[in-house]
């Protein structure tokens, strides 16, 4: 199909672009890469009035080193240079790790970084690395800006907290403390496909080699990425150990998450899926940590 | 000399990967208007009324079609007993109902796409719903509700075969392995959905351009359903984007001559386009058949097979389509390329209301294969035998007698074929027989993935055959002086991307001993070229060959009796076969066949039930490579799609509506779900019919990887799983570690 008639504006500027964005309220929506966009458009599950295209504003895209160790990335920024980046790649291995996974090399070479998580779909891999990352997101308008939490970011499937007239400008991602390590894991029925389970874990030890702090995110199995509470219960302070890993999924499979079921799995394929794939992430991240991450 | 047996660069490359060539959809044409068709949208229903009025009354509509404007309401392949409109208003009876969900009510013709979609839209059809059956075996059921009912039963096809004496056989055999297998339907996800153009040609003649495998047989469906002269009637096939069986039946062809013609006769002198969606294909075009067989099959303990008995059943959907053509196939390959002394079949082909099943890419051969293979491998482990042992033991040699009572044609080198194959799998040769080699029976340690490999062998008939006349007519022209400076080769075989074209030219320079650039083909084109037969059945190649051989040598002799310039046509004729005898089976079926092993190592996880192929091998003998890279795309595209069938794609319906009506949710293979290596081994053991040797190749390696795949996944996980495809949660299931 093709998508409705709508305006389109290419604005230069962030401001520009502010100023488009509040004159057009409720009528305009942003476009990044539009491997999102564009599709939902074509299907008509979206039909904005008009479009304004952030493209042409070079200013959006840029990975730069933060003096804490982190990195701030534009939001225009292509995933498939998030993926190739040696910085990234340094401070975030699991950025290019996940990359991979996320749709095919084409995609990813259209699809921006800031896009995936603004989309804030359930099955996207940035919206939970994000909300693992525990990253920090700016979001601008013609009246100001504020930071907004990945976690606090997303609310419901397609949903963000994100109004009309704003932007979201850059993702900062704070550093990962010394010992940590971390893993994405994921099953899909074909490669480059949207996974029917995944699972990202993040965690750090202390010296002594206990666990001091972990995120264990699931995502595909319920309407947002899934910030799992119980791994933190049960794993912080804790000597890290097989059978606290699989106590983990058990409690994360019988209690966090709500998974449905679809043409592609059922909703307990899903839950067999997070069973086994919490307790591969988690062993292999304090693998990791215990090497230094 | 030396045009054959060398891999030329391919004549349709350049226009293909320039943009340049132009497909169905590519072709427009001044003034064209736009058609949409009308699906039924539900399985089964009578339609009581259709009210096209608001439609009709639309600014920018241009025509609305229903079933009262076709000439001759049906058309079919193999029986025409699919209505090409459905509905009130036909001559033949029961043409008012639709019997699945992509049945054609109504063709729209428009100025535009969208308001043809719209017009579309406001169609207004009143249905008497009628009671939908989906599973064949409540379909064979006597008080099931007939799709057909001027055919009186569901049940549109039957063959048996009856040789020598199973239940006694059965008596003396060591071991009896009894199973039920059930295989999918599978979608032919050709790139190019169905698209095309139609108008009136300078000669009056109502021409249809489209994808097609078969031009001429076009034009006879489209002349019968329109009542006009053949004559009157033209089919070209532009640039083809696949094909794999699932253009063989008529999907907008028939639509879009109703609609230039209805035009014409109106005085409105436009062309008229037609491109379907995925969706729009997806539903419109048949699948393959989806398959339950029943096979008890007997052997002593020394490995030998001494009785086999099989009753198939094959879900046909709506319509006939090749229904039975399929079933013929099925039926001589489900009890796969072994020589068994006593053998019973029988195998039915039965209406639903699903998508009609039809020709897909080894037709009946692939269903039948994994029966069969299976049953090996399980007779194989009740033995303790390797099971590469068990089928050289009971392999199919030069001048083995056929289930089907006959000794197969030709030579056949088959036990060398699954030497070959199973020496490169890891397996060799001992004192005691074949084994698989030690290093290869690791099951693996690597936590929760499993190593296993599976090999298995199959053959499948070169040509539809059964007692139909196979034939295939070439042109030459030659141009020049003393010289041979051009020559002309007219031939209707269509180029479905498998290389036929770049062949032809290669076998006609060969034929005339001419250098390949001086040739240039004419083809697929009913006003220009003659009756080449389907590109199907793994056939062309074959037919076409002998065809181009014999015009060829006309050509020449005409040449030398200075006939300037030179045109020869040939019709090639293969030798003459038989179809099943209705009360023992017995039959010559075909002329000629192809043989194939094939070995695959896969990777289990039995925690997720993921499965990864990691390698598959393919020994095929081809009689002849006349170009061994296109041999070689063929191998491992078929390997590719194969492999989707076994373990990723999952055709999905429910009650007579399609659930997987897209590729995000019908999941084919990606370049990236390829195995990690796929070896071709490409044996030419010639075909004494074949022109230069030459067998037909294109469907035989689909056959053995579903089997090959499952024994290996047995191996891996010592679970056998007898129905496919093998999605993770399937695997899962089947190896007990979770329960749905
Ligand atoms: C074939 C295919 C396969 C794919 N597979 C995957 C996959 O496996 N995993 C996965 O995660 N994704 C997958 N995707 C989606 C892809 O990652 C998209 O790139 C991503 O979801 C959206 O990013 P985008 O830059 O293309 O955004 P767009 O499509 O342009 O926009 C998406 C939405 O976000 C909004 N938006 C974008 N940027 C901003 C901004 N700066 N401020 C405010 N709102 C904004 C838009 O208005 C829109 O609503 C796939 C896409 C395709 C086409």
Not at chain 2, 168 to 188: C, G, L, M, S
Not at chain 2, 377 to 405: C, F, Q, Y
Not at chain 2, 490 to 517: N, R, S, Y
Not at chain 2, 553 to 576: C, D, F, G, S
Request: glycine share 8%.
């Amino acid at each position: 199909m093709k998508p409705i008639q709508f305006d389109y504006y290419a604005p230069t500027s962030v401001d520009e672009g502010l100023d488009k964005l509040t004159e057009l309220g409720y009528d305009g929506k942003v476009l990044a890469g539009g491997q999102s966009l564009i599709a939902a458009m074509n299907f008509r599950m979206a039909r904005p009035a008009a479009l304004v295209d952030l493209n042409r504003i070079p200013e959006l895209a840029y990975i730069k080193p933060t003096d804490d160790g982190g990195l701030a990335i534009g939001t225009m920024t292509r995933v498939r240079r998030v993926e190739q980046d040696a910085e990234v790649a340094k401070r975030f291995p699991l950025l290019r790790e996940v990359a991979q996974f996320i749709g095919h090399a084409q995609v990813r070479t259209r699809g921006t970084f800031g896009g995936a998580i603004a989309h804030a779909d359930p099955a996207g891999q940035l919206p939970a690395i994000s909300m693992a990352m525990n990253a920090n997101l700016l979001v601008c308008s013609k009246t100001g800006e504020r930071w907004v939490n990945a976690t606090d970011f997303i609310f419901g499937p397609f949903m963000t907290v994100l109004e009309p007239q704003e932007m979201l400008a850059e993702v900062v991602l704070p550093p990962n403390p010394p010992r940590t390590g971390s893993v994405y894991k994921q099953v899909s029925r074909q490669k480059g496909g949207y996974a029917q389970a995944a699972v990202i874990a993040i965690m750090t030890l202390d010296e002594a080699g206990a666990c001091q702090n972990v995120r264990l995110v699931m995502m595909s199995v319920g309407e947002t990425p899934i910030v799992s509470e119980k791994a933190v219960e049960i794993l912080v302070g804790q000597k890290p150990s097989e059978q606290a890993f699989k106590a983990v999924a058990e409690a994360v499979v019988t209690g966090e998450i709500d998974p449905a079921t679809d043409l592609h799995a059922t909703a307990d394929y899903r839950r067999q899926l997070v069973r086994v794939l919490v307790v591969r992430a988690l062993t292999e991240a304090c693998e990791r940590a215990s090497k230094g991450g | 000399m030396g045009a054959i047996g060398k891999s030329i660069k391919r004549v349709d490359a350049l226009g293909k990967v320039t943009g340049n060539a132009l497909f169905p959809g590519d072709i427009n044409k001044p003034n064209q208007t736009y058609a949409k068709i009308l699906f039924s949208n539900v399985p089964h229903a009578r339609i009581i009324k259709i009210d096209a009025s608001e439609a009709e009354a639309m600014p920018g509509v241009v025509a609305v079609l229903t079933a009262a404007d076709v000439p001759v309401n049906e058309y079919g392949l193999n029986n025409m007993d699919q209505p090409v409109l459905c509905g009130p208003g036909a001559v033949k009876p029961y043409t008012d109902r639709v019997r699945f969900i992509g049945d054609q009510i109504a063709v729209i013709v428009a100025e535009s796409e969208a308001i043809a979609t719209r017009a579309r839209d406001l169609i207004k059809i009143d249905y008497e719903m009628l009671p939908v059956v989906t599973d064949p075996l409540d379909a064979m059921k006597p008080d099931a509700i007939l799709l057909h009912p001027d055919k009186g039963s569901n049940t549109f096809g039957h063959y048996l075969i009856r040789k020598g004496d199973v239940s006694n056989a059965f008596k003396q055999a060591d071991v009896i392995i009894e199973a039920e297998y059930r295989t999918p339907a599978q979608e032919h996800v050709f790139l190019q959905p169905e698209a095309g153009i139609a108008y009136i040609d300078e000669e009056g003649r109502v021409t249809v351009e489209a994808s097609g495998q078969w031009v001429h047989e076009d034009q006879h469906q489209i002349a019968h359903a329109l009542n006009l002269p053949l004559e009157q009637v033209r089919v070209i096939y532009p640039a083809i984007g696949g094909a794999f069986g699932g253009r063989e039946d008529i999907s907008i062809q028939i639509a879009l001559a109703l609609a230039a013609m209805r035009l014409h006769e109106r005085g409105i002198e436009r062309p008229v386009k037609i491109i379907w969606s995925r969706e729009e294909s997806i539903i419109g075009h048949h699948k393959r058949h989806p398959y339950i067989i029943r096979s008890k099959w007997g052997a002593t303990r020394e490995g030998k097979v001494i009785a086999a008995e099989n009753e198939l059943i094959a879900d046909g959907g709506a319509y006939y389509y090749t229904s039975t053509k399929v079933l013929g196939n099925a039926t001589l390959m489900c009890t796969g390329p072994y020589e068994i002394p006593n053998v019973h079949v029988d195998s039915y082909a039965v209406y639903t209301n699903n998508i009609p099943n039809g020709a897909f890419r080894g037709f009946g051969g692939p269903q039948g294969a994994f029966a069969a293979e299976m049953q090996m491998d399980k007779l194989a482990e009740a033995l303790r035998m390797d099971p590469v042992e068990i089928r050289m033991k009971n392999i199919l040699h030069t001048g083995s007698l056929l289930s089907v009572g006959t000794p197969i044609p030709g030579q056949v080198n088959l036990e060398e074929v699954l030497r070959q194959c199973a020496l490169k799998a890891g397996w060799h040769e001992t004192p005691s027989g074949w084994q698989l080699k030690a290093s290869m029976k690791n099951q693996g340690d690597d936590g929760s993935k499993r190593r296993g490999i599976g090999i298995g062998v199959a053959f499948k008939n070169i040509g539809f055959s059964f007692g139909y006349q196979e034939n295939c007519t070439a042109e030459i022209e030659l141009h020049g002086d003393a010289e041979i400076d051009q020559v002309i080769l007219k031939h209707a075989g269509a180029e479905v991307g498998q290389g036929a074209h770049t062949v032809f030219i290669q076998m006609a320079a060969e034929a005339l001993d001419v250098p390949i650039d001086k040739i240039s083909l004419i083809a697929s084109d009913t006003a220009v070229t003659g009756n080449s037969g389907s590109v199907s059945a793994s056939r062309m190649t074959f037919m076409a060959g002998n065809a181009i051989r014999g015009a060829a040598a006309l050509a020449l002799e005409k040449w030398q009796n200075e006939e300037r310039p030179t045109v020869a046509t040939y019709t090639y004729l293969a030798p003459k076969t038989t179809p099943y005898d209705p009360h023992t089976g017995r039959s010559e079926p075909n002329v000629a066949y192809g043989y194939v092993a094939e070995a695959a190592e896969v990777l289990v996880d039995v925690e997720t039930g993921e499965l990864k192929i990691t390698k598959v091998i393919c020994a095929d003998d081809v009689g002849k490579a006349i170009s061994p890279n296109l041999v070689k795309g063929q191998i491992e595209g078929a390997v590719v799609q194969a492999l989707g069938y076994t373990t990723i794609e999952n055709f999905i319906q429910k009650d007579g509506y399609t659930l997987t009506k897209n590729l995000s949710t019908y999941v084919i293979p990606t370049v990236l779900d390829v195995p990690d290596e796929v070896e071709s081994i490409i044996l030419e053991f010639p075909e004494e019919r074949g022109p230069w040797g030459a067998r037909g190749m294109a469907e035989m390696p689909v056959l053995p990887l579903a089997p090959a795949i499952c024994a290996a996944v047995k191996q891996a996980t010592g679970v056998w799983f007898d129905e496919f495809p093998l999605t993770p949660e399937r695997i899962l299931t089947g190896i007990g570690e979770f329960e749905n």
